[in-house]
């Protein structure tokens, strides 16, 4: 008698088990060995250790977010990272409000910048962000918002290709610079920092900085689940069939717009959470979070990954972000020229990204494989 497999098995494929079983098992490795193990053993995870892996896994789920909708529905979104700068704004405004008296300036409801710059009162956009769920709301609300208005416009007039990718750098640059003006509320230039609690907790103590990154592996893989679910059902095969021909699935009468729309809203939301676990890891949020360059580089972590595979979008953020950490620690000045060589090899020679090249390796070995073990036909005996 068959045994029918749970419903979200049917939906992982093999490298997606790999991946999340290797993701909890870095999980709770980093975790036990920060916590149980002495500072003097070889294998401590120093706490700002765990914080550096806490924010690549961040930028993992941004880059699972962003390939939701270019590797699946062909939408080079060159502005994703607005929506990663804020959701982290969001969950910043809620660290802010914790602060209290305990400020430079001992202000029981005004952030310090506010006192410094005489603001008398309290924005009204401020209010709620003193309570944990509206911020959480906020964080997913106020990115998904954005994609949607932003999506229902150009999907609607039909805006594609390259002016597209052109329209939403535009608008992440047009928030660089609306957040960068003191007037906007936001601490301007500076942004927001000096962050004390969370959830009442000491946000620099070790156990939370464990915590913060145990609940970033978690939200991307519930991020990897949801964006297979999507790319994975019905709605996912329309999705591929936009990317590789919309004219024809418009004809076929699929409202295209529609599809386009959902997805991008969800990826933009994914991408908000990124942005709230990154802010409380990293200590800080500012207006250089909405900089073009930092969603033309999320473009490249999908591409040297692999675009429309999840799996590679977020190996290439860790690989990309790894490679950046220790390149501007050894040799600053050639990082920016290695990303620049890495991207243009990857689309020269590894079009499938690092993902691609190793199942393409795979698959040549077994071929090879099955060749070297067919059996020689003997002659047959007279």
């Known amino acids: 008698m068959m045994t029918r497999q749970p419903f979200i098995l049917t939906l992982i494929d093999g490298k997606g088990r790999i991946f999340l079983g290797i993701l ?11 916590l149980m193990l002495p500072p003097t053993s070889a294998l401590h995870v120093p706490t700002y250790a765990v914080s550096l892996m806490g924010k690549y896994l961040c930028y993992a789920l941004l880059a699972v977010a962003l390939d939701l909708v270019w590797g699946y529905c062909g939408i080079l979104s060159l502005g994703h990272g607005a929506f990663f700068a804020l959701g982290g704004y969001a969950m910043g405004m809620y660290l802010m409000r914790q602060i209290g008296t305990r400020g430079v300036y001992g202000n029981p409801v005004l952030p310090d910048f506010m006192v410094f710059l005489n603001w008398q009162e309290l924005p009204w956009y401020w209010y709620g ?6 911020a959480m709301l906020m964080v997913v609300l106020v990115p998904g918002l954005l994609a949607f208005v932003f999506g229902w416009l150009a999907f609607r007039s039909r805006v594609t290709g390259v002016y597209l990718s052109i329209i939403t750098q535009a608008m992440t640059f047009a928030l660089l610079l609306a957040f960068f003006r003191n007037d906007m509320g936001f601490g301007g230039n500076n942004g927001l920092t000096d962050f004390k609690d969370l959830l009442g907790f000491n946000i620099q103590a070790q156990g939370m900085r464990v915590t913060l990154f145990s609940v970033s592996a978690l939200a991307l893989a519930l991020g990897y689940l949801v964006a297979r679910v999507m790319v994975t059902s019905t709605y996912g095969k329309v999705l591929i069939a936009i990317r590789d021909a919309e004219s024809r699935a418009r004809f076929l009468g699929y409202r295209v717009e ?5 997805a991008f809203t969800v990826s933009a939301m994914m991408a ?13 949020i500012n207006p250089q979070e909405f900089a073009p ?17 999840l799996v590679g979008a977020a190996l290439g953020a860790v ?4 490679a950046k950490t220790w390149l501007t620690g050894a040799l600053p ?10 991207f243009v090899v990857v689309t020269l020679y590894m079009p499938k990204g690092i993902l691609g090249l190793f199942q393409t390796f795979t698959r040549r070995r077994r071929a090879d494989d099955g060749v070297a073990g067919t059996p020689v036909p003997q002659p047959a005996a007279e």
């Open 333 to 342: 000045e050639i990082w920016l020229f290695a990303l620049g060589a890495l």
């Open 272 to 284: 908000g959470i990124a942005g709230a676990l990154y802010v409380p890891q990293v200590g800080i």
């Open 24 to 34: 909890v098992a870095v999980t709770v490795l980093v975790a036990a060995s920060n």
């Open 258 to 262: 529609h599809y386009k729309l959902l």
């Open 129 to 134: 962000f003193s309570s944990f769920p509206f």
């Open 293 to 309: 360059a930092n969603s033309i580089e999320a473009v490249i972590w999908v591409a040297v990954g692999g675009r429309g595979t």
């Open 319 to 322: 690989v990309v972000n790894f």
